[in-house]
Nanobody
Framework: QVQLVESGGGLVQTGGSLTLSCVAS????????ISWYRQAPGKVRALVAR????????NVADSVKGRFTISRDFAKNTVYLQMNSLKPEDTAMYYC?????????WGQGTQVTVSS
């Protein structure tokens, strides 16, 4: 069955860095784009970044542009979200999902907390 498993979240100070991983299984990884979303308490889930199936193109939200980078490793069936210069407003649950605009499978999420 299709599975997406996130990891790498944690508690970090303002200005710090984290790398989130999304390990995919149960489908042909190279055939699907993957997206990262985040949801803070009381807010709607919002797109953070996404990457095409071949890794050639990415789309990053304006709020994280220049700080976050998305990439994928086809040998490991993994999509990464490198997060630098973290701010308290980046605190949220981070989810990966299969797809670009139509998202059909989601992971369980990993919590990122940025302390001021």
């Amino acid at each position: 069955q299709v599975q997406l498993v996130e990891s790498g979240g944690g508690l970090v100070q303002t200005g710090g860095s984290l790398t989130l991983s999304c390990v995919a299984s149960g489908f042909s990884f190279s055939n699907y784009p993957i997206s990262w979303y985040r949801q803070a308490p009381g807010k709607v889930r919002a797109l953070v970044a996404r990457i095409t199936n071949d890794g050639a193109n990415t789309n990053v939200a304006d709020s994280v542009k220049g700080r976050f980078t998305i990439s994928r490793d086809f040998a490991k069936n993994t999509v990464y979200l490198q997060m630098n210069s973290l701010k308290p407003e980046d605190t949220a649950m981070y989810y990966c999902a299969r797809g670009w605009t139509t998202l059909d499978y989601w992971g369980q999420g990993t919590q990122v907390t940025v302390s001021s």
